[in-house]
């Protein structure tokens, strides 16, 4: 109990400081996890499964909300200067 909110705590820190130290690497797995899982299915069933396409829209999605974040937090260390 105590772990998950030390893990908790440590994600939010880094996501204040580095946002783009969370949100790259999962935006990176799920776009591998995406393209590996759409073109599988293409070669054996030859369509685009639904999942493969949510995979992909996902990872886009949180590597705009990383950058949104990354100017967040540049914005709150230059006024901070």
Partial sequence: RDGAKFLLILIKVITIFSP???????SAASFLLGVVYGLWTVVHQSRI???AVLLLMFSVIVF???LVSEQISS???????
């Fill in 20 to 26: 783009l130290r969370v949100f790259v690497p999962l």
């Fill in 64 to 66: 705009l909300v990383g």
């Fill in 49 to 51: 499964p639904n999942g």
């Fill in 75 to 81: 914005l709150r260390l230059e006024s901070r200067r």
